[in-house]
């Protein structure tokens, strides 16, 4: 998990404009902020103030001596508000519409899509060269069930963070108080499919302080893994399970997934692909299998047993032999150092 960080108020006697700043996310920022020295926020949302809780962190933030202005817009079409430019811009405005992407609708897409990233292009074209700090999300490396268009947006958002000196996308994982998780049973337990916790927002902010007084650009990761299961052990996991998994996940007959066939070629989209990483980390009792080390050529179905049977230390071996290790940047661990 999150180490307690001691907050920096370093470059935040500043305004800043927040997307999505009435939603829980966008408000806890923004007091944060406040709380640090900000002079001024700027919060945009559709729909404006419509709610007891948003006026009572509204006079939060006026009573740490911040100026809150409210800015009633959608992203796509915001407008040069009044006043001095901002010093740093917020993007977090967010759009869900989950679907399968067999009955994903234009609506929805666009939606979802258009939020972020047309969102980015209207800032961009506003303030050209203001810094942005982009709240993307692990669903845009690790995938999750209906959301195949925003893992597209927040995939998009890195690459602006890769491309852009003055864009800093961070993908955040599920945060609990606030968000999209939290707001339902239903979406609760999209989590439990997920190998990550909950955040703590106030934990959340303290790692964004720390992160955005030092880095300008590039994509940053927040987010805490579950802890692994006891391991079940190696040497039980046999070619039969693994057809019978890929028949049940994918369709047919577990015939027809032969020991030398290629994971990357049979039609693995994001969910059925995390229903194989799910597979093999509860069969290994770990974490150490993710999405991309599926689309080495070299990875079969024989392999998926070679990789379960092996030692420890063995299949550390065999696993990098055989696949495109995923390299990230894990902000938690580096900044446990």
């Not at 609506?107 to 209207?122: I, L, P, S």
């Not at 940053?220 to 998994?245: E, M, W």
């Not at 039609?267 to 080495?296: C, I, K, Y």
Request: proline content about 4%.
């Amino acid at each position: 998990m999150f180490e307690q960080f001691r907050p920096s108020t370093r470059g935040f006697r500043q305004r800043h404009l927040i997307t999505g700043g009435l939603g829980g996310f966008g408000l806890a920022l923004a007091v944060r902020l406040a709380e640090d020295g900000a002079a001024a926020v700027l919060l945009v949302g559709r729909s404006g103030v419509t709610n007891a809780f948003q006026r009572s962190m509204l006079r939060r933030i006026e009573a740490c001596g911040c100026t809150a202005t409210v800015v009633r817009s959608d992203i796509r079409t915001l407008e040069l508000p009044d006043g001095p430019p901002p010093d740093r811009i917020w993007h977090a405005a967010t759009v869900y519409r989950d679907a399968l992407f067999a009955e994903l609708t234009a609506e929805q897409w666009d939606a979802v899509v258009g939020t972020k990233v047309d969102g980015y292009r209207c800032l961009r074209r506003l303030w050209p060269d203001t810094p942005i700090v982009a709240l993307s999300s692990v669903v845009a490396t690790f995938g999750n069930a209906g959301q195949v268009h925003y893992g597209f947006a927040n995939a998009w958002l890195d690459h602006a963070a890769r491309t852009d000196p003055n864009t800093l996308a961070v993908r955040l994982g599920a945060l609990d108080n606030v968000g999209y998780v939290t707001s339902s049973a239903d979406r609760r337990a999209l989590l439990d499919r997920m190998p990550f916790e909950l955040l703590r927002v106030d934990d959340v902010l303290d790692a964004i302080t720390q992160l955005t007084a030092s880095v300008r650009n590039g994509v940053r990761s927040l987010y805490a893994r579950k802890a692994r299961r006891a391991k079940r052990g190696h040497g039980n996991y046999v070619l039969d399970t693994a057809q019978r998994f890929l028949a049940k996940v994918l369709g047919g007959s577990p015939d027809n997934y032969g020991p030398e066939l290629a994971l990357a070629t049979i039609g693995l989209d994001s969910l059925s692909t995390m229903e194989v990483v799910h597979h093999l980390n509860d069969h290994d009792g770990s974490s150490r299998f993710n999405p991309s080390m599926l689309q080495a050529p070299g990875v079969t179905v024989q392999a998926m047993v070679q990789w379960l049977n092996c030692s420890s230390r063995q299949s550390d071996s065999f696993i990098a032999s055989h696949s495109i290790v995923e390299k990230r940047t894990d902000v938690t661990d580096r900044m446990r150092k």
